[in-house]
């Protein structure tokens, strides 16, 4: 008797178990597959925190924080009158930067470091203070010591002393015209700029010097440093891609159709190396974002051009050492990219512009 009723157990555990992995087959998530994000999960969990903007239950916009695996998301600005964007924290995690924008205006990555009032706030989002009237310090951006900001005008890139307001210095913008990012050695800064006459030029121009380089030519954006500052992640979307979605991936770029998916790839700040990092047929992907320790990759995936921030966008997190990464299906880019792997990718909530710190968030463990 006790010997039957454990066979009764042992074969009602393995039809559930059966029963789990046809689940998942018909989900389309094999599951070697979930074992590995969820391992994945579990290895970002205690890696600092992530600021965002997300949809907010009353339709506008928010900051939120969570842990790199999606947990303990919690909404920082819970304004109904704007949309909050573009956070980064200082580098000591401390402080919080973001644009306050009118709920009544578009968003779009191309534009939301210059619209709105610049804001300043403790990194848990307590005692927000306007720093700026309406299109002031636009595409602010934090100085290596978190005392100075730079922010990108149509007369240069001037550098401000924080506590003061005070300009220090200002300098040729060498054709830098939006997403301002200063590196964490205060060496360089990084943006898309008109370049040789080709616009969308992912661009690095030194600090001190004021040489430039392009980085990568054609059709880039939303770059951003390692913690090396010695390479940059940065969007692509590469010429002449063969299209096998029935069109549906072509854009107006000036007189001509441009085919193909924005993709997100690395390179040193010279130009001299590039690999692709992610990619998927189907979805731009934007605003990717190098973990602190500089082993993780965090990035946006968007249907419309230009990362317009609207319900489509979705965050996902892979490994850097798992690149390059294709998602989907993505008949066309694996074609290109034979040896490229699945993943695992961490899906994670809706967002986009996304920061990371390892410091520690004030009422935070």
Same mark, same amino acid.
């Not at 060496?187 to 030029?201: L, Q």
């Not at 770029?253 to 085919?259: A, E, F, H, N």
């Not at 990092?277 to 946006?300: A, M």
């Not at 390059?324 to 074609?335: F, Q, T």
């Given at each position: 008797?006790?010997?039957?009723?454990?066979?009764?157990?042992?074969?009602?555990?393995?039809? &559930?178990?059966? !029963?789990?992995?046809?689940?998942?087959?018909?989900?389309?998530?094999?599951?070697?597959?979930? =074992?590995?994000? *969820?391992?994945?999960?579990?290895?970002?969990?205690?890696?600092?925190?992530?600021?965002?903007?997300?949809?907010?239950?009353?339709?506008?916009?928010?900051?939120?924080?969570?842990?790199?695996?999606?947990?303990?998301?919690?909404?920082?600005?819970? *304004?109904?009158?704007?949309?909050?964007?573009?956070?980064?924290?200082?580098?000591?995690?401390?402080?919080? &930067?973001?644009?306050?924008?009118?709920?009544?205006?578009?968003?779009?990555?191309?534009?939301?470091?210059?619209?709105?009032?610049?804001?300043?706030?403790?990194?848990?989002?307590?005692?927000?203070?306007?720093?700026?009237?309406?299109?002031?310090?636009?595409?602010?951006?934090? !100085?290596?010591?978190?005392?100075?900001?730079?922010?990108?005008?149509?007369?240069?890139?001037?550098?401000?002393? &924080?506590?003061?307001?005070?300009?220090?210095?200002?300098?040729?913008?060498?054709?830098?015209?939006?997403?301002?990012?200063?590196?964490?050695?205060?060496?360089?800064?990084?943006?898309?700029?008109?370049?040789?006459?080709?616009?969308?030029?992912?661009?690095?121009?030194?600090?001190?010097?004021?040489?430039?380089?392009?980085?990568?030519?054609?059709?880039?954006?939303?770059?951003?440093?390692?913690?090396?500052?010695?390479?940059?992640?940065?969007?692509?979307?590469?010429?002449?891609?063969?299209?096998?979605?029935?069109?549906?991936?072509?854009?107006?770029?000036?007189?001509?159709?441009?085919?193909?998916?924005?993709?997100?790839?690395?390179?040193?700040?010279?130009?001299?190396?590039?690999? &692709?990092?992610?990619?998927?047929?189907?979805?731009?992907?934007?605003?990717?974002?190098?973990?602190?320790? !500089?082993?993780?990759?965090?990035?946006?995936?968007?249907?419309?051009?230009?990362?317009?921030?609207?319900?489509?966008?979705?965050?996902?997190?892979?490994?850097?050492?798992?690149?390059?990464?294709?998602?989907?299906?993505?008949?066309?880019?694996?074609?290109?990219?034979?040896?490229?792997?699945?993943?695992? =990718?961490?899906?994670?909530?809706?967002?986009?512009?996304?920061?990371?710190?390892?410091?520690?968030?004030?009422?935070?463990?």
């Amino acid at each position: 008797m006790i010997h039957h009723s454990r066979t009764v157990r042992l074969l009602i555990s393995l039809s &559930l178990f059966m !029963g789990s992995i046809a689940h998942c087959w018909l989900l389309g998530k094999p599951p070697a597959n979930d =074992v590995l994000v *969820t391992k994945l999960a579990n290895e970002v969990h205690n890696k600092g925190w992530i600021v965002y903007t997300g949809p907010s239950e009353k339709g506008d916009w928010d900051l939120f924080i969570m842990r790199p695996d999606g947990s303990d998301k919690r909404n920082l600005t819970q *304004t109904t009158t704007y949309h909050e964007i573009g956070a980064r924290f200082s580098p000591n995690g401390k402080q919080l &930067l973001y644009r306050r924008i009118p709920r009544t205006t578009k968003l779009g990555l191309d534009k939301c470091g210059a619209h709105g009032e610049l804001v300043m706030a403790r990194s848990d989002g307590s005692e927000p203070q306007v720093y700026g009237k309406p299109g002031e310090f636009p595409w602010a951006t934090w !100085g290596p010591d978190g005392r100075q900001i730079a922010c990108l005008t149509k007369a240069g890139i001037e550098i401000f002393d &924080l506590a003061s307001k005070k300009l220090l210095r200002s300098m040729d913008r060498k054709g830098i015209y939006q997403q301002l990012v200063w590196s964490p050695d205060g060496k360089s800064f990084c943006g898309p700029a008109n370049y040789y006459g080709e616009m969308w030029t992912v661009v690095r121009l030194d600090a001190e010097t004021g040489a430039v380089n392009p980085v990568n030519k054609y059709q880039n954006c939303t770059a951003d440093w390692f913690p090396d500052s010695h390479h940059l992640i940065f969007s692509s979307r590469p010429a002449n891609q063969e299209v096998l979605d029935g069109g549906k991936g072509a854009q107006a770029v000036g007189q001509k159709l441009d085919y193909g998916w924005t993709q997100l790839w690395m390179a040193d700040r010279e130009g001299k190396t590039r690999s &692709l990092v992610y990619g998927e047929d189907g979805r731009h992907i934007y605003s990717g974002e190098i973990s602190p320790d !500089g082993k993780y990759v965090l990035f946006t995936r968007s249907k419309p051009d230009l990362g317009a921030v609207n319900d489509s966008v979705a965050m996902s997190l892979i490994r850097l050492q798992d690149a390059p990464v294709i998602g989907g299906e993505s008949k066309a880019l694996r074609k290109l990219h034979p040896n490229a792997k699945d993943g695992p =990718v961490l899906s994670l909530p809706a967002g986009c512009c996304a920061h990371w710190t390892a410091a520690p968030i004030a009422g935070k463990k």
